[in-house]
């Protein structure tokens, strides 16, 4: 018998994610060999009301150009990638211009190239476990997408933790 508050469970009902609200070192390091959902960690970033206005990024990046994946998989033969200024992204994927073709920006380091992104959040304490005490090792990338943008539940090729500024996954 187990708790089933203690799991995400996948569309099929089967748990698929262990549950975690704000867990200790210990607690994390010992589910880390399953995909876990950790909530609780950024209740106090200035990025969950600063970066859901268009008119944030229209002010520090709109200028600034972005790799951009067009499509909804990669592994379709129609998918394919620009680079475009955010500004443009905006207008042609997020306003409503063409809202029937998906687009995003993936893992692409935006703090490289925009510093000031850094003071809105923190590297949660859970990255200690892949790091130790080397948190300048972190890769900060932020994934921009609209509405119908889908990634299924998967693993990556290295540790990681994904952390939901706005919208839903």
Not at 120 to 131: A, N, R, S, T
Request: glycine fraction near 4%; aromatic fraction near 16%.
């Amino acid at each position: 018998d187990f708790d089933t508050n203690l799991f995400v469970k996948s569309n099929d009902g089967f748990p698929c994610a262990f549950k975690l609200e704000n867990p200790s070192y210990n607690d994390f390091q010992s589910k880390m060999e399953a995909p876990i959902f950790l909530s609780g960690l950024m209740t106090d970033w200035p990025a969950l009301q600063k970066w859901k206005h268009p008119s944030f990024w229209s002010k520090v990046a709109g200028h600034r150009f972005f790799p951009v994946e067009i499509g909804s998989s990669y592994l379709n033969p129609e998918w394919s990638q620009d680079i475009i200024q955010l500004s443009q992204y905006f207008k042609r994927y997020v306003s409503g211009d063409q809202t029937w073709e998906i687009a995003y920006i993936a893992q692409h380091n935006w703090t490289h190239q925009i510093p000031c992104l850094l003071e809105d959040f923190e590297i949660p304490d859970l990255c200690d476990v892949f790091l130790g005490e080397n948190k300048e090792k972190v890769l900060a990338h932020i994934w921009f997408g609209m509405t119908h943008t889908l990634s299924p539940l998967h693993f990556d090729n290295y540790n990681n933790i994904f952390c939901q500024v706005v919208g839903s996954k």
